[in-house]
């Protein structure tokens, strides 16, 4: 499904997003992340450098869902992590964003292997009511690790991220702006789990409020 906005208004939404995650403070604390949307033609728009602060329109490069790199821009070390966008555009028609970094919080879980339980409210309204699922570690861009990340989204039909072990996590959404918010609902929702422990942790929604959700949400496949 193609974007029908200009590759250039939609250039626009990625830096606007990304401006949005720093002034939220869940970026990497090195400024570490990849943001690609889908473009006009049906093909990505990636970020070129593994390193997104002050991210502008000229540091995003057209990237076909093949993997070709029809600007020539991308960074050696950007090429490793194309697929682990591309993959998730051909696997789910709806998805036109995909973030990929290392949220404090987020990374908390990512390293302890744990799922992220879904009991904060925000990540409901922005499109996650099901467990953030974790992919196993392999190596960064390897066949076995974009099996593993791809395998996780087919196993778990309902989650639009995913929490990479030993990594970071994977966010998907409609466009750079709603997967933008829900990165920030999912980071705020791990640093309260994290917070809550000290509480004697975070309590469930009540029973069947979950399901219902599911029955009703906007979900993007
Ligand atoms: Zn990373």
Redesign the pocket.
Known sequence: MSNTLSNTQIKDEIVKATEHLFRSGVM?HSG?A?ISARSEDNEMLLSIE?QVRNLTASGIARVTLEGVDVDHLLDPTNTEIVRMHSEIYKLRPKVGAII???SPSLLAFALAAKELPIRYEALLRFGQASNVPVAPWAP?GSDESITSIINCVIENEQTNAVL?AN??VLVFSTTPWATAALLVALEEAAQGELAAIALGGAIPFPQGALKKVLESIARVH
């Open positions: 990497s570490h990849n593994g990929h970094t290392h960064r990479l990594h970071g």
